[in-house]
């Protein structure tokens, strides 16, 4: 599984989004100037990666299903 380069797509996809919502939990807690000007920015990219991400993992999902 993990030489399958379809599950290590996924698995970073899924780091991508984590980073992401990391980045902008830490804005929104301190708040100011960097929240204002990038906290819509950060959700449209998060909400990207993130159906990456889900496509990703369900098409590894299918395509082990297929292969038995």
């Not at 993130?50 to 496509?55: E, K, L, T």
């Amino acid at each position: 599984m993990l030489s399958d380069p379809l599950f290590i797509l996924g698995a970073v996809a899924s780091f991508v989004v984590l980073g992401i919502l990391l980045v902008g939990i830490g804005g929104f807690a301190r708040g100011g100037e960097f929240n204002r000007r990038n906290a819509n920015r950060l959700m449209r990219w998060r909400l990207g990666a993130q159906f990456v991400a889900v496509i990703l993992i369900v098409a590894f999902a299918w395509f082990r299903a297929q292969s038995g």
